[in-house]
């Protein structure tokens, strides 16, 4: 009796382990999928990282996004949404390989960690339009300074010779002056003499 209620005891909990272990083994989160998926190259920026979990997850959950230089990307705040994580992207990203960094909370309570990455590849065309359109700002600018320059220089001796000019033709005017002066006393002088010798002669 004793074999029998041993052997039935056993079967009991080979039966439990059997049905708690799966459970437990399936309680456990872990990703499904993910837009942009692991692995993949997209040729346009995403505006949106979205990850989609075989469980319902907590709204502790959240991700991060680091580039090749394992640097963070600015991303907005992580959204929960049942199974669902989400996070939108407010500036675009340059080319080249991201990794996408998840912490959640599953539904057996534990934390769980993981990561996957992908790659941007966009075609550069909107670089190339605007290269053109700034290199003719800095070509403007030296034109303009050299044309100023030899306009303004010959203006300065202009005025100087000008200057010079008037304080001569103003001292050979008063050099002048008492030089008639003296003449007109001499012409006076000699017609005085001129006279009285004219007198005496006919007395």
């Known amino acids: 009796m004793r074999l029998k209620m041993m052997a039935s005891n056993i079967f009991v909990l080979l039966a439990a382990l059997l049905i708690l272990f799966p459970s437990a083994a399936m309680a456990h989160s872990k990703m499904d999928s993910a837009v942009p998926g692991d692995g993949e190259t997209v040729n346009v920026s995403p505006s949106e990282i979205t990850m989609t979990f075989n469980t319902k997850i907590e709204k502790l959950s959240k991700f991060k996004l680091l580039n090749e230089a394992a640097e963070e990307v600015k991303t907005g705040k992580s959204v929960v949404d049942g199974n669902t994580m989400s ?4 500036e675009k990203l340059a080319n080249g390989s991201y990794t996408v960094k ?14 996957y990455s992908f790659t941007v590849d966009a075609p550069e065309e909107a670089a190339a339009t605007a290269t053109p359109d700034a290199t003719p700002v800095p070509s403007a600018d ?12 010959p203006a300065v001796p202009d005025q100087a010779s000008n200057n010079g000019n008037t304080p001569t033709t103003q001292n050979s005017d008063m050099a002048l002056g008492p030089i008639l002066v003296v003449a007109v006393v001499i012409t006076v002088i000699a017609l005085v003499a001129a ?3 004219s007198r005496r002669r006919k007395g």
Do not use: K, Q, R
Not at 106 to 115: K, N
């Open 195 to 197: 006279i009285l010798i």
């Open 87 to 90: 996070g939108d992207l407010p």
């Open 142 to 153: 030296p034109t303009e300074t050299p044309a100023e320059t030899p306009t303004e220089v």
């Open 102 to 115: 998840w912490t959640i909370m599953g539904a057996d309570g534990h934390t769980i960690s993981g990561d």
